[in-house]
C-alpha cells in the first residue's frame, strides 16, 4: 500500500463564504421564473394543467429520491461507524436537510391530485369494484395526512443528524456520535417503511389497478444510485471552486464510484426481478403496467435504460482505473444522473395516455423550476458554515483513508 501525505484541515478552504449568498440568490431565482414559464406553458395546453402537473410530478419525485438517497447515505455511515466517509458525510446532511423544503415542494401535487390520479377524481375505468375496494386507501384526505407523516419521519431525522453535527463542531463532544449511532438502527426500519408507502402512494398509484411489493425498492434503489451520481458531481464542483481542494482524495473517490457501481447493479437487479416475476406469472392485473411500457414507442426507451442505467455504466465502472480518474467519474455520474431522471420518466409519463412519448418543454422547465429552488435550498442551508465535521472523533481516521 502507497502512504501519501495526510493533508490538514487547517490548510483547507472548508467554508462557501461569499459564494454561498450568491449561489442563493441565483438559484432562487431561476428556479422561480422556470415554475412561472412552467405554469404559464401549462395553462397554454388547455387542459386543465394536466400536463403541467405531471411534469411537476416528475421532477418533485426525482429530486424527492436524492435527498431520501443521503437521508440513507448518513444513517447507514452512522449505524455502520464508518470512517472514510467522514470528510464527506456533511455535504449529504445538507441534501438531506432540504427535505423541509420538498415538503413545501409537495404542496402543488397534494392540492391537486385530481390531475393527476384517476382515483382522487373517481375515475374508475370500468374498474368500479376494484376502486371501492381500495377506496379506504386511496382517498385524498388518507393519502395527504400520510405524506404528512412521511414527511415528518423524515424531516425529523434529517434535522436531527444535521443539529447534532453541527453541535459537535461547537462543543466536540463525542457522545453526540454515539447518539447518532445508536438512533440510526430504528431510523433505517422508519426509513424504509415510509419510503416504501410513499413510493406506492405517489408513483405506483398513478395506476392503481397494478400493485408490486418490489416498487418501493426500485425506487429506493434508483434514488440511491442517483443521490451517489450527485454527490460525485457536488464534490468536484467544490474542488473546482477551491473547497476540500486536498482533503477530499482519490480514495475519497474511489469509493464514491465503488457504491455508484454496486448501487447501478442493485437497480437492474431489483429491475429485472420486478420484471421477471411480472412475465412468469402472466397474471392480466399485473401485466398491464408493463404492456403499457412496451407499446407507442415506450420500448425503446426501456431499451435505453437497459444499457444506458445498466450495461453502460457496469462496463464503465467496473475497473479501479476509472473509479480513481476524476474524469471519467464525472463523465459516469452525468451520465448515471441523467438515467436516473429517465427512469423516473418512464414510471410516470406513461400514465398520461397519450399514443406516444410525449417529451415536452414543460418537462425541461419543470426540472430547472424545482432543481433552481433546489440548489437555493443548498446553499442557504451551508452557509458559511464547515462543508467538513471538523469535530467528529473519526475525522482523523477518514483524513487518513487509503483503499487497499
Not at 482505473?321 to 438515467?339: P, S
Request: charged fraction near 15%; proline fraction near 3%; charge should be neutral.
Amino acid at each position: 500500500m502507497i502512504h501519501h501525505d495526510v493533508p490538514r484541515l487547517e490548510d483547507e478552504h472548508t467554508t462557501l463564504d461569499g459564494a454561498g449568498p450568491k449561489i442563493f440568490r441565483i438559484s432562487l431565482v431561476c428556479g422561480l421564473v422556470f415554475l412561472l414559464l412552467s405554469f404559464l406553458l401549462g395553462n397554454a395546453e388547455g387542459d386543465g394543467l394536466r400536463r403541467f402537473s405531471f411534469s411537476y410530478l416528475l421532477n418533485f419525485a426525482f429530486f424527492l429520491s436524492l435527498s431520501l438517497g443521503a437521508l440513507f447515505f448518513v444513517a447507514v455511515q452512522h449505524l455502520s461507524r464508518a470512517s472514510w466517509s467522514v470528510i464527506v458525510r456533511r455535504l449529504a446532511e445538507i441534501l438531506a436537510v432540504n427535505l423541509p423544503l420538498l415538503a413545501l415542494l409537495a404542496l402543488p401535487i397534494l392540492l391537486n391530485l385530481t390531475k393527476i390520479y384517476p382515483w382522487a377524481a373517481g375515475e374508475s375505468h370500468g374498474h368500479d369494484e376494484l376502486l371501492i375496494h381500495k377506496q379506504s386507501y386511496l382517498n385524498p384526505v388518507f393519502f395527504i395526512l400520510r405524506w404528512a407523516g412521511y414527511f415528518i419521519v423524515w424531516c425529523v431525522y434529517a434535522l436531527y443528524y444535521w443539529r447534532r453535527s453541527l453541535l459537535q463542531d461547537k462543543t466536540g463532544n463525542p457522545q453526540l456520535t454515539i447518539h447518532m449511532e445508536t438512533r440510526s438502527g430504528p431510523a433505517l426500519v422508519l426509513f424504509a417503511l415510509t419510503v416504501t408507502l410513499a413510493s406506492f402512494d405517489l408513483l405506483m398509484s398513478l395506476d392503481f389497478t397494478w400493485f408490486s411489493t418490489i416498487f418501493g425498492v426500485y425506487f429506493f434503489a434508483g434514488g440511491v444510485v442517483g443521490f451517489y451520481a450527485l454527490m460525485t458531481l457536488l464534490t468536484l464542483w467544490l474542488q473546482r471552486i477551491g473547497r476540500l481542494a486536498k482533503i477530499v482524495t482519490i480514495e475519497h473517490y474511489h469509493d464514491y464510484g465503488k457504491l455508484m457501481f454496486a448501487f447501478v447493479f442493485f437497480w437492474a437487479y431489483i429491475a429485472f426481478s420486478q420484471y421477471m416475476l411480472i412475465w412468469y406469472s402472466n397474471i392480466s392485473e399485473e401485466t398491464a403496467w408493463m404492456l403499457k411500457r412496451q407499446q407507442n414507442g415506450w420500448g425503446w426507451m426501456g431499451v435505453v435504460l437497459i444499457f444506458g442505467h445498466f450495461l453502460l455504466p457496469f462496463a464503465g465502472l467496473i475497473s479501479r482505473y476509472a473509479k480513481r480518474n476524476r474524469h471519467l467519474l464525472a463523465i459516469w455520474a452525468v451520465w448515471i444522473f441523467v438515467m436516473h431522471w429517465m427512469d423516473m420518466y418512464w414510471v410516470v409519463m406513461p400514465e398520461l395516455g397519450l399514443n406516444r412519448v410525449p417529451f415536452h418543454w414543460l418537462d425541461i422547465t419543470c426540472f430547472l423550476g424545482i432543481g433552481g429552488i433546489y440548489i437555493a435550498g443548498l446553499a442557504r442551508t451551508a452557509g458559511n458554515r464547515p462543508l467538513v465535521p471538523i469535530q467528529d472523533p473519526r475525522l482523523e481516521d477518514s483524513l487518513r483513508f487509503e483503499n487497499a
